[in-house]
């Protein structure tokens, strides 16, 4: 089988730092994802780690510990903006295409 | 250049009655995911297509669900018979065959309300 364990609700307040984990067992594995989505929207891509380490994108960063089965969000400067839901993903096979499988998301909420 | 189009947005169906769902996935993008999202949960898997052919059905139920990629126009997600259990929203996804990161677009969601 497959799982993924993430909190379900974080808070903060505005410009502080929020780390989201994620912790998952698959039978395969190709890769971790995140994805955003707010209030039931399209949910979008935020990053992704095949390697052991450390990825950053602009305020985010993701993290990830093969060996651990483990990875992070990292989320700075935090805007109200950032309200939303956040959802680490893996690709639980070696091929290309393969389908997601998603865990049940933590909602972030930012206050001022 | 629109991204993965979905419709209908929302969609009322009373018990019994059938329930189609069309995605028209981004251009040059020949993969096809369909998820199901419950209130406060998360993205379930149900079915993973190319082009005429279903790859991956292991998350859709066995009975009243189907779905297709045809060679020409839309993936359609067909529920039959409805029950109130199926009221959700139902995410399409695209994604180029790529080596690396299986990047999903997702389009905006059908909301599914059974009545």
């Known amino acids: 089988g497959q799982s993924l364990e993430q909190p379900s609700e974080v808070t903060a307040v505005e410009g502080a730092i929020v780390q989201i984990n994620c912790t998952y067992q698959t039978s395969g594995f190709y890769g971790l994802s995140w994805y955003q989505q707010h209030d039931g929207g399209a949910p979008t891509f935020l990053s992704y780690n095949a390697l052991d380490g450390l990825e950053e994108t602009g305020r985010f960063s993701s993290f990830l510990s093969r060996s651990d089965s483990y990875g992070y969000l990292l989320l700075q400067e935090l805007q109200m903006k950032d309200s939303a839901s956040y959802f680490c993903?893996?690709?639980?096979?070696?091929?290309?295409?393969?389908?997601?499988?998603f865990g049940k998301g933590t909602t972030l909420s930012v206050s001022s | 250049n629109a991204g993965v189009m979905q419709n209908p947005r929302h969609l009322v169906r009373r018990r019994g009655q059938e329930a189609r769902l069309r995605c028209s996935p981004m251009k040059g993008h020949s993969h096809v995911y369909w998820y199901r999202q419950l209130p406060e949960e998360g993205l379930k898997f149900m079915v993973y297509l190319q082009k005429e052919n279903i790859i991956d059905e292991s998350g859709m139920p066995k009975e009243r669900f189907s779905a297709e990629f045809p060679k020409e126009g839309p993936s359609i997600l067909r529920i039959q018979q409805v029950v109130r259990g199926d009221s959700a929203a139902y995410f399409c996804?695209?994604?180029?065959?790529?080596?690396?990161?299986?990047?999903?677009?997702f389009g905006a969601g059908s909301r599914l309300t059974v009545l």
């Open positions: 993903a893996v690709s639980a096979s070696q091929q290309a295409g393969t389908a997601l499988i």
């Open positions: 996804a695209s994604s180029q065959k790529v080596s690396g990161a299986n990047v999903l677009t």
